[in-house]
């Protein structure tokens, strides 16, 4: 499947009149033809990436209304942040953020790099985000694609190979077919036909703006594009969590390591992961205090992205005021709200509220 360069140019011409009448109105989007606040853009972006507009937009007003700048975020509390971020999910992605935030701030006077190389030295920022915030907030000719786009393109061409093989082709097709004078535009417009028209299961092609020249169209097989390959099955982990509860009823809390999974976020203290069940005097040497503990009915699942968690939790009531590890803190039942506990956590304190 190929278009010639005056097809080419019709194909872009056709997508920025279809924007220009059909696009979606969203809180960190300018109108078409105008330049957006590159903080809004980067903002969505990196929201964007974990969840749906639908989810991001009540996050984004409360981050713009409480962090007008990029400049103010960067001088948040990086806890009040990873409050802020509850809900959206990867904690790491916040950090980020953070981070992002005070180099923009720092060492660049609060004013975002306008080119994709620049936007790419920041933390948290990858080839993706560095294309779309560079088309979308400064106009630089370059091609995002986000799953939508990738769906819309291979379907355009027909392309059966599957995913993510076929992501350097869609990359490169994607590239050729965008305009020069409006990449931004050009890029939302792939987003929103994706998000609205050329759907994952029915694509609506009778209203596509794209519908003459599209192959999977065409040929019938645009709804099983793009393919992808299938994969392996995910292991599961096990671990215990230690519920400590102190004679005044606090409730014992630490922060992880800096590094790794849910890296920074406070816990219920818990044992490492293993992929097979480790002896017990292993799994009870990581428990923060020498106690004697009791097993709750039932485990916690949870589901990671490489792998199945299980995780059985240990309970005891204890006298002492100092964990052995020096990253405890106490806290009340109600307290547990003020921390920035991620979703497997929260899960952790519901079973032993009900189990304990
Ligand atoms: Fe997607 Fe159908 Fe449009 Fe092709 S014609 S781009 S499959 S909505």
């Given at each position: 499947?190929?278009?010639?360069?005056?097809?080419?140019?019709?194909?872009?011409?056709?997508?920025?009149?279809?924007?220009?009448?059909?696009?979606?109105?969203?809180?960190?989007?300018?109108?078409?033809?105008?330049?957006?606040?590159?903080?809004?853009?980067?903002?969505?972006?990196?929201?964007?990436?974990?969840?749906?507009v639908i989810t991001v937009g009540p996050y984004f007003s409360a981050f713009l209304g409480r962090w007008p700048t990029v400049t103010d975020l960067a001088n948040a509390d990086l806890d009040e942040v990873l409050h802020a971020w509850q809900g959206l999910g990867y904690y790491a992605r916040a950090r980020n953020l953070h981070k992002c935030a005070q180099v923009v701030a720092r060492d660049h006077n609060g004013i975002f790099p306008d080119t994709e190389d620049g936007l790419l030295s920041l933390p948290g920022i990858g080839p993706y985000t560095a294309a779309a915030v560079a088309a979308i907030a400064f106009n630089r000719h370059t091609s995002p694609v986000d799953g939508n786009?990738?769906?819309?393109?291979?379907?355009?061409?027909?392309?059966?190979t599957p995913l993510p093989?076929?992501?350097?082709?869609?990359?490169?097709?994607?590239?050729?077919?965008?305009?020069p004078d409006r990449p931004g535009d050009y890029a939302q417009a792939l987003m929103d036909l994706g998000a609205t028209i050329c759907t994952p299961r029915n694509p609506a092609c009778g209203i596509c703006?794209?519908?003459?020249?599209?192959?999977?169209?065409?040929?019938?097989i645009a709804a099983d594009l793009p393919k992808k390959r299938k994969k392996p099955a995910k292991p599961t982990r096990v671990g215990y969590a230690f519920w400590v509860v102190r004679d005044d009823g606090q409730i014992l809390l630490r922060r992880r390591p800096e590094k790794g999974l849910l890296g920074g976020m406070y816990e219920i203290p818990g044992s490492d992961w293993r992929v097979i069940d480790a002896p017990d005097d292993v799994m009870l040497s990581e428990a923060p205090i020498k106690a004697t503990w009791q097993e709750l009915d039932g485990t916690v699942g949870h589901t990671f992205t490489h792998f199945h968690l299980e995780i059985t939790v240990l309970t005891t009531r204890t006298s002492t005021n100092n964990p052995d590890d020096i990253n405890g803190v106490w806290t009340t039942i109600d307290g547990l709200a003020d921390?920035?506990?991620?979703?497997l956590m929260k899960k952790i304190v519901r079973h032993a509220l009900t189990h304990g």
């Open positions: 499947m190929h278009f010639t360069p005056e097809e080419t140019h019709a194909l872009g011409r056709t997508m920025l009149d279809w924007y220009d009448r059909h696009h979606r109105t969203l809180p960190w989007r300018a109108e078409p033809g105008e330049t957006p606040d590159p903080y809004h853009v980067w903002l969505s972006e990196i929201m964007l990436q974990q969840t749906t786009i990738e769906r819309v393109i291979s379907r355009l061409f027909a392309l059966t093989d076929v992501k350097p082709d869609i990359k490169e097709k994607s590239a050729v077919l965008t305009p703006p794209w519908q003459t020249p599209c192959e999977g169209r065409k040929i019938g921390y920035a506990l991620p979703t």
